[in-house]
């Protein structure tokens, strides 16, 4: 097994290119593949050393956070704290305080699970992310990446070098929550991530909402608009994003949680989500 | 042994009942101490192990040929590396052992009965190498239909996994083969008339799931046999003199030819008192005269290692509307795994312990299923049955109007009870920790909304059995302390202490070792809550043979006769004379080489008298009734410890029993797929709890002293399993207004229990 470290983004690209490439920011899936022998990779490319992709910085629209940012990193930023506490609260859910020092969003929406926690509250918040690749670099919203657990849109050669977030505009609050046997050290059951912006008058002027490990990739919740815009959230009205998040479910049984209950808790946790992220939303 | 209670009981304790630090912590904190895996010898190979990949199948031929091949590979072994043994049963502690299962659990040899039961094991001189040897080995298969539950398994037309098994306990024996090994009845009176003494009569079934005792040192061990055949063997275990006895049997060794050296334990909770990986790594390391070093990965601990039973449970129990029992009865059917043995006859035995009862009565049945076979765990069979008579117990009380403590209090066995077992019993604290918890304040706290309060109460034997330690006297007046017994829950810290209580020099200045199996006569193994009670009567009984020793020393050194002399704080004083007159240890020990030479002693026996601990926790839940989740928001446990010697590391153990109970409670089951597949094979997924799962456990520490031991000490490892299990279960009925009979109560189960009762 050979081991590059490429100093730019081409030379990563072209690494990756072969077969058997794997790319490597925090390791913190690779290496635990690695270990049971779930990959066998021929080539490891730890892709830390290309330009940008390690940092969090505030841009002229909003937030860049390189692809290899240790998820530590990000949540010690009280700046990006106080603009995105969801996605932040998604982000220290992730593993554990030692995890949380290497793995990286990167990481976490190219291993392309179901239930990856930092993906949900990033779609709801609607992050993109550049990626690189050999010929060209291109843009693409979040919920592009996943098309199905373990696979991702990344053509070969491709990897992510970052994520754009919007400046979140006056009136945004987003919460993410995920439920867990435990109370850490586990893995989404479900995960729900929520944001809202709300007007002066704390009318709601746009909602999203994204579940996590409850369909093959994460799903966008539809038809919210129609029921929430111009309105504050009522019994009503949630009861209606109970119904719409249950009917999206198109889960598995496995030993994380049977196909109702997992159906019942993507109702729960779209509730309670909504409902922090409306109280953060009309007081930002 | 009355009289070394009396002489204690007179004299102000300095040590015992202190809490000083442990003589391994250092080591344990700073990485030094050496686990199982930590020793390497040079030119040491890797053994690894194949192991089934279906539930049940006939094994109709193995070929090695092209793994022998491999360069690398210096040995393989398969069953017939391994003698047979007709069947013939042992007593292992709490549990019974056959030799005619261990071998062929060590081995497969007709079948294989569980997804990972060994099937042949390689030696080669890295893990790679023999990682490429197993997949080169040619096993091939006949798969039979595999059955994993006991309400299957004892159905006529079962697959059976041993067709020569008739049930043992039945009168006449049944004629054909069946997967119930046998049938176990204690009890006394007439239930029947007791039921229809009757006021108000509760009748549940119970269902509690598999679960792994969760240590976290996988097995592990390095054996080195010499071409002459002397062999050393290292291992992680409770019992090295039981190791080497398993060992020396299956492999036909003598038992002067192995030494086993018991490494630091990281955990066991009865899962390491018998052998899995000790016997191929020996005989890998005979066939190839290169030491042999072998680890389970987690996967092979969960799929291989002896978990405790699953069990399908009944329970009826009558009562009077005074709160009165008068009749108890249940039935037990536990999952053996692929061999006989569940404990199944503890866990009737103890059932209705706690109580005084007139009419009693607990049927078990041992059914072998295709899961790996069962080892002891924590109190091993008492949790399970003991959490379906709580719980009864708990809606008894709710039914009658009645708190539970009262109800249990109106009951309690005391000392003269005649136990459900068959023996009087002597002084115990039933009545005590129930009166400790009532008064404690936890029991009267507000709750808020969505909370309610759980109580339970638990009932475990505890046992003595052969000990052998000794203790000498060095020349610069320090003591060494040689024990048997493997400390698992700071038993050196206690030893070292009840022999510096007794000499009167300062703890500091004794050092407690675990020696190897030819430093002392054997050991039964750590388990039973005995080390601390059988060990410590040895170290009290032998510290007492030194002192007398030190005494003659002193009284040649002063020409005076032996009576003239007496032991006071570590020290001999002339009892007459004109002035006071005292010599130290220190001063006698240096002089030792010219008043007889080494002073040391020992003392080996077969330890009886072991006292009954009885425990009550109180547990407060929170339940969120929209998910499903239970939280645990506080905890009391409360125990009779007879006399705690070190008090920390007594209520390091009820807290370690309630936290492993909590996770018995909540989360832990193995998970099986239809092909009879274990699927949660790992931490993540086998849900032992993690610190922010448990709040701070408190407890209270009652002491109603065993006659049987110089300090009055029961043993206190076990019980604290036992409560945890109806007292949340309690607590999670009366927080949502139904009654649970199942276990875990993971917030899937306990969602479905709300939306459909």
Redesign the interface.
């Given at each position: 097994m050979n081991y590059v470290v490429p100093k730019t983004a081409l030379e990563a690209s072209k690494a990756l290119v072969q077969e058997g490439a794997f790319a490597l920011a925090g390791g913190t899936d690779l290496l635990v593949k690695l270990k049971t022998k779930f990959v066998s990779p021929s080539m490891v490319v730890d892709i830390k050393q290309v330009p940008k992709i390690m940092g969090i910085e505030a841009t002229a629209d909003g937030w860049w956070i390189g692809a290899a940012t240790p998820c530590a990193e990000i949540v010690e930023h009280e700046s990006f704290c106080k603009d995105w506490p969801g996605v932040v609260e998604a982000l220290s859910l992730i593993g554990s305080t030692q995890i949380q020092g290497r793995a990286t969003l990167g990481g976490n929406l190219c291993n392309a699970s179901p239930a990856a926690d930092s993906v949900p509250a990033l779609i709801s918040a609607r992050g993109t992310c550049i990626i690189s690749g050999q010929s060209r670099e291109r843009e693409e919203p979040i919920e592009k990446i996943v098309t199905s657990p373990g696979v991702t849109a990344l053509e070969k050669g491709e990897f992510i070098l970052g994520f754009k977030l919007p400046k979140p505009q006056s009136g945004t609050g987003d919460a993410y929550l995920r439920l867990i046997p435990r109370s850490e050290m586990d893995i989404a059951v479900v995960g729900a991530g929520t944001t809202v912006s709300v007007d002066k008058n704390k009318k709601i002027t746009s909602i999203r909402v994204c579940l996590g490990a409850i369909a093959p990739t994460q799903i966008v919740l539809d038809g919210l608009e129609d029921i929430f815009i111009g309105k504050e959230p009522d019994e009503n009205s949630i009861n209606k994003l109970v119904s719409i998040a249950e009917a999206a479910c198109k889960p598995i049984k496995d030993k994380r949680g049977t196909i109702e209950y997992r159906t019942k808790i993507a109702g729960v946790l779209s509730k309670r989500t909504l409902t922090i992220a409306y109280e953060r939303a009309t007081n930002h | 042994m009355n009289d070394m209670t009396q002489t204690n009981l007179e004299r102000a304790l300095k040590i015992v009942g202190s809490r000083p630090a442990r003589p391994d912590g250092v080591d344990k904190v700073t990485g030094r101490a050496l686990f199982g895996a930590d020793k390497s010898l040079p030119n040491m190979l890797v053994g690894r192990v194949l192991r089934s990949p279906y539930a049940h199948a006939k094994i109709i031929s193995i070929d090695t040929s092209k793994a022998e091949e491999l360069k690398g590979v210096k040995a393989i072994v398969t069953s017939t590396d391994f003698e047979d043994f007709p069947s013939e049963f042992v007593p292992n502690g709490e549990m019974v052992v056959n030799m005619k299962d261990i071998t062929r659990n060590v081995m497969a040899r007709e079948k294989a009965l569980y997804v990972g039961h060994t099937v042949a094991a390689v030696a080669a001189t890295s893990e790679d190498i023999a990682e490429q040897a197993l997949a080169l080995i040619d096993v091939t298969y006949e798969v039979l239909p595999h059955v994993l539950e006991v309400e299957d398994a004892e159905k006529p037309g079962a697959p059976l996994l041993h067709d020569d098994m008739i049930t043992i306990g039945i009168e006449p024996a049944p004629e054909s083969a069946s997967n119930v090994a046998k049938r176990v009845e204690f009890g006394f009176g007439d239930v029947e008339k007791g039921f229809s003494e009757a006021d108000l009569i509760i009748e549940r079934e119970f269902t509690t799931q598999q679960v792994h005792q969760g240590y976290i040192e996988p097995h592990a061990c390095l054996a080195s046999v010499s071409e002459d055949g002397q062999a050393e063997l290292w291992c992680t275990t409770q019992g090295p003199f039981v190791v080497r006895n398993f060992c020396s049997k299956l492999l036909g060794f003598n038992a002067a030819q192995i030494r086993v050296t018991a490494s630091e334990i990281g955990g066991g909770f009865g899962g390491k008192t018998v052998v899995y990986l000790e016997p191929l790594a020996l005989a890998l390391s005979r066939k190839s005269c290169r030491p042999v070093k072998m680890e389970m990965n987690r996967a092979e601990v969960f799929t291989s290692s002896g978990p405790t039973s699953g069990a399908k449970i009944w329970v009826k129990i009558g009562v009077k509307n005074n709160g009165q029992i008068t009749a108890g009865d249940c039935v037990l059917k536990y999952q053996a795994g692929a061999f006989q043995g569940a404990p199944v006859g503890p866990g009737a035995m103890c059932a209705f312990a706690p109580y005084d009862l007139k009419n009693v009565r607990a049927v078990g049945y041992d059914i072998v299923v295709n899961r790996p076979k069962v080892a002891a765990y924590r109190a091993p069979g008492g949790p399970i049955s003991e959490y379906g008579v709580e719980s009864v117990i708990d809606e008894i009380a709710i039914k009658i109007g009645m708190d539970p403590i009262d109800l249990r209090l109106k009951n309690a066995a005391k000392e003269g009870t005649i136990a459900p077992y068959g023996p009087k019993l002597g002084p115990i604290g039933m009545i005590e920790t129930l009166e400790a918890a009532k008064s404690h304040p936890h029991y009267s706290a507000p709750l808020g909304p969505n909370q309610a309060r759980g109580v339970a109460s638990g009932f475990w034997f505890n046992i003595g059995g052969e000990t052998s330690s000794s203790i000498t006297i060095n020349e610069d007046g320090t003591v060494g302390l040689t024990l048997g017994t493997p400390d698992i829950g700071g038993s050196r810290a206690s030893m070292a202490m009840m022999a510096s209580e007794e000499l009167g020099v300062p703890m500091e200045l004794i050092k407690p070792i675990i020696g190897d199996t030819n430093s002392l006569g054997f050991n039964f193994l750590t388990g039973g809550s005995r080390a601390t009670f059988s060990t410590g009567t040895t170290v009290v009984e032998s510290t007492r043979e030194a002192i007398e020793e030190l005494k003659k020393r002193a009284a040649l050194l002063w020409e005076v006769s032996l009576d003239q002399v007496e032991w006071f704080e570590g020290h001999a004083r002339l009892i007459s004379g004109d002035e006071p007159k005292t010599m130290s240890l220190a001063q006698i020990a240096k002089q030792a080489g010219k008043t007889g030479g080494p002073i040391m002693a020992n003392c080996s026996m077969n330890v009886t008298g072991a006292g009954p601990s009885l425990g009550t926790h109180i547990v407060d839940v929170e339940v969120d009734e929209?998910?499903?989740?239970v939280?645990i928001i506080r905890y009391t446990a409360i125990q009779d410890a007879g006399k705690a010697i070190h008090p920390a590391y007594v209520e390091g153990q009820m807290q370690g029993g309630a936290v492993q109970g909590i996770g018995w409670a909540?989360?832990e089951e193995y998970?099986y797929n239809e092909k009879g597949e274990l699927?949660?094979t790992g931490f993540?997924?086998y849900?032992i709890?993690?610190c922010?799962?448990v709040p701070m456990i408190d407890t209270v520490i009652v002491e109603v002293p065993n006659p049987n031991h110089p300090y009055g000490v029961r043993g206190v490892g076990e019980t604290p399993i036992i409560p945890p299990l109806a007292a949340i279960s309690n607590a999670v009925s009366r927080a949502t207004n139904k009654r649970f009979d199942e276990l875990p109560l993971?917030?899937?189960k306990v969602?479905?229990k709300l939306?459909h009762g």
């Open positions: - | 929209e998910t499903g989740q939280s909540l989360n998970i699927e949660n993540l997924d849900r709890p993690v922010s799962d993971s917030p899937p969602l479905a939306m």
